[in-house]
């Protein structure tokens, strides 16, 4: 590339990042957004509304088919960005003897926490995971070396690595969302794509129940803000400092 | 000096051989995992590291325990070990490669390993695991080759030697601290969330180091390349004695601060190291052999030992089991089990995955060979 | 000398085997041709600057996309969507006689599709 070229090439980005700002300022909702702080995306999942269905999987199965999650049919090779996992197993340290009988059949939703503090961002070798102004926690599938340090880091079993190719086992592909290669670690973005569109998370989306709720933190008047004010809230692990961005409703 | 290393006997190219066949059958498993992906390792989404990174773990240990030898010879001028510094330099060189290797299979984009170059980033263990290895490897290699040069044409080693020579001193226990740090530093996994972790590293690589040290000095002397002293011998086996000592010292005190403070997050991979559950008991074995390894070497050392070669070759072989089982498999393994979600997961290598990991011990012992063929032919005298 | 001479001429047939092979059997003596997408003006940018610099312009879409979170792409030609499936492949649907047949006879294998998708061979499932 030459001087010329690549002058031009920057100013062509220049006017590409303006324009999507002045496309957002002009666009009614957005513009008071660009105002203010910026969003801080995070969820809350009612243990109560999400029981209420007994064995509907209509978030996973919406999330999976949405990004090309494949299903191998065993455990070693699993991929999960969002699954169900027994109430013990998730809050083992909120688990008593008694708690264990009463919530034995609670089947618990878990997805990628994106903390505000994530070991595997900080564990990340080649900056191929990072945290977004927006708290998202994203991936580079392009740059990811599949070294599964993250893997080793992440105290929620929310990352995946693609021991094989994924692309035979995924039932139905989504043309419009990439599949990933062999040999990186994928997980849950938090509907990325979804979001900047203005859209709410498949997850969200599909239940019926209204027991995953998706929101500004950032923004006192958002839904999820006022239920973690007046409703009782914990979080998977707090204890470890990574503060994650998943809550769970009483 | 190279030229020395194609000089040999009948059983030295036929050792030779049958190392190319052993890395012929590694690389071809290795072609086949790249091909089908890393899902014909045993590993998978509980257990995600497996033999790969135990073995890498361990063989930072005893490239960084050539300080052992290192630090004698040069701070405190123990001239009867200037024969086994030559050799410990080219152990830790061709322990190193082995690690560099070990890390580049377990990757699942090894075509894209560069990327912790173009976008090194500081707060990743692993990008200062790559700058201290690499570096380590490049100091062993000048320290080592010039040194045997300047023997091999009699005149004294040149005086810019000796400042790389003390720098290799801290840059040793750098690269196990910051592979200890690489664990140590993970909440998520609280067996090795310690402190303790770097300390004992160093202690069990001080004990493993010159442990392989010394066989392979019994196996050159076997050989006749070159008559080693017994004092050489003793000396080593009194650092790897002491080492033992702290070595198990410090296996104990974690074992105390776990079991006392009774923390049950911490308790459970100690547990599951000594006695499993009971429909998983695949680690018991490996747990219990590298302590009960480590006590009777420790023994032996203290004692028969002192008089009998065979002894000391046998303590020496159960030093390096016991390290590599505690280190290797049981600190890796034993960290992922139980998972964050308390599953219990077993892990059982695949062929493969073992041929790969004979495959790189083969380039290890390739490159062994040809250097310590180098030292001996030198010390000959042609 | 003469051994020097003989060697050398032997290297350079080696170096210059797989060139000497192509141009042998035809591989090589032709000119890719190419079919852009009917009816639909011009690309993302202009065809000089496409032909010379697009997987330049796709690696600035893929960090600015990823990374950066820049979802649209402005250049006199208009807005777009950054997508490699999404805007590129709408046009050029037919990547079998459009990108592929360029790539192939340069010998460069892009990775983009052990991810990305192509819509003819998506729809076809």
């Keep these: 590339m030459n001087r010329r070229d690549f002058l031009k090439f920057t100013g062509i980005l220049a006017i590409g990042v303006a324009a999507h700002q002045a496309i957002n300022m002009l666009s009614g909702s957005d513009a008071r957004q660009s105002q203010k702080k910026r969003e801080k995306w995070a969820m809350a999942i009612s243990f109560s509304a999400c029981v209420k269905k007994e064995g509907c999987k209509a978030c996973i199965d919406a999330c999976h088919f949405i990004h090309n999650v494949p299903e191998f049919g065993n455990p070693k090779d699993e991929i999960k960005w969002i699954w169900q996992s027994p109430f013990e197993t998730v809050f083992g340290d909120e688990t008593n003897v008694f708690t264990k009988s009463m919530l034995k059949n609670l089947s618990v939703l878990c997805l990628c926490n994106h903390c505000e503090n994530p070991p595997c961002v900080r564990v990340c070798p080649t900056k191929a995971t990072w945290i977004r102004k927006d708290g998202i926690v994203m991936m580079d599938y392009h740059r990811c070396i599949g070294c599964r340090y993250c893997m080793a880091a992440c105290p929620y079993d929310a990352r995946s690595f693609n021991w094989r190719e994924p692309e035979p086992f995924i039932k139905e592909i989504n043309r419009d969302f990439p599949r990933r290669s062999k040999g990186v670690v994928e997980k849950c973005n938090f509907c990325e794509e979804r979001i900047s569109q203005g859209f709410l998370p498949a997850c969200v989306e599909a239940c019926t129940e209204r027991a995953l709720i998706f929101g500004d933190l950032n923004d006192s008047d958002s839904e999820i803000s006022r239920l973690l004010r007046t409703r009782f809230s914990i979080q998977r692990k707090p204890h470890l400092g990574t503060d994650p961005k998943v809550f769970y409703l009483f | 000096m190279i030229e020395k290393a194609f000089k040999g006997t009948s059983g030295y190219w036929l050792w030779l051989f049958f190392l190319f066949f052993l890395v012929i059958a590694g690389f071809i498993s290795y072609l086949r995992q790249l091909h089908e992906g890393l899902t014909i390792t045993g590993m998978g989404r509980d257990i995600s590291w497996g033999l790969y990174i135990a073995n890498f773990t361990f063989l930072v240990g005893i490239a960084a325990s050539a300080v052992i030898v290192v630090l004698p010879y040069y701070v405190h001028d123990y001239k009867k070990f200037s024969v086994v510094t030559v050799l410990g330099e080219f152990l830790a060189v061709s322990s190193v490669i082995m690690t560099i290797l070990f890390i580049t299979v377990d990757l699942g984009m090894p075509s894209r390993i560069l990327n912790v170059l173009f976008y090194p980033t500081p707060s990743s263990l692993l990008f200062w695991d790559m700058v201290v290895l690499s570096g380590y490897l490049v100091l062993n290699l000048i320290i080592g080759w010039v040194t045997l040069d300047a ?84 000396k080593l086996t009194t650092i790897i004695t002491y080492a033992l000592a702290i070595h198990i010292f410090f296996t104990l005190a974690e074992i105390y601060t776990v079991f006392y403070g009774n923390v049950p997050a911490h308790k459970t991979h100690l547990e599951f190291l000594f006695y499993g559950v009971p429909w998983n008991r695949f680690l018991m074995p490996w747990a219990w052999g590298s302590i009960l390894g480590a006590a009777i070497a420790f023994i032996l050392f203290l004692t028969a030992s002192k008089r009998r070669d065979d002894v000391t070759l046998f303590a020496s072989l159960l030093t390096v089991f016991s390290i590599w089982a505690e280190k290797g498999l049981g600190l890796v393994i034993g960290g992922f089990v139980p998972t964050v979600l308390y599953k219990f997961p077993k892990y059982i290598p695949t062929l493969y995955e073992v041929l790969i990991t004979f495959g790189i011990y083969g380039v290890g012992a390739i490159i062994l060979t040809i250097l310590f063929k180098m030292a001996a032919s030198v010390r000959q005298g042609n | 000398m003469i051994k020097i001479l003989i060697s050398l001429i032997l290297f350079l047939m080696v170096v210059f085997l797989p060139v000497g092979y192509n141009v042998y059997t035809g591989k090589t003596a032709y000119i890719p041709v190419l079919q852009p997408p009917e009816q639909r003006g011009e690309c993302v940018e202009n065809v000089m600057f496409m032909r010379k610099k697009h997987s330049l312009l796709l690696e ?48 460069v294998k892009p990775r983009c599709w052990s991810c990305h998708n192509i819509p003819e061979k998506v729809a076809k499932k």
Aim: glycine share 6%; net charge positive; proline share 5%.
């Design chain 3, 60 to 107: 600035k879409w893929r960090d600015a996309y990823v990374r950066d979170g820049i979802k649209r792409y402005v250049s006199i030609n208009g807005i777009y969507k950054i997508s490699l499936t999404g805007t590129c492949l709408e046009c050029h649907s037919n990547k079998t006689q459009f990108c592929d047949r360029c790539h192939d006879y340069l010998g």
């Design chain 2, 151 to 234: 023997e091999m044409k009699e005149i004294e080693p040149p005086k810019w030697l000796k400042p790389l020579a003390y720098i290799s001193i801290p840059w040793a226990i750098s690269i196990h601290t910051v592979t200890a740090f690489i664990y140590s530093g993970l909440v998520a996994r609280p067996f090795w969330h310690t402190a303790l972790l770097a300390p004992r590293f160093l202690a069990s690589a001080f004990a493993s180091g010159p442990s392989v040290l010394v066989i392979l000095c019994y196996i050159m002397g076997y050989h006749g390349a070159f008559y080693l002293e017994r004092d050489i011998i003793k």
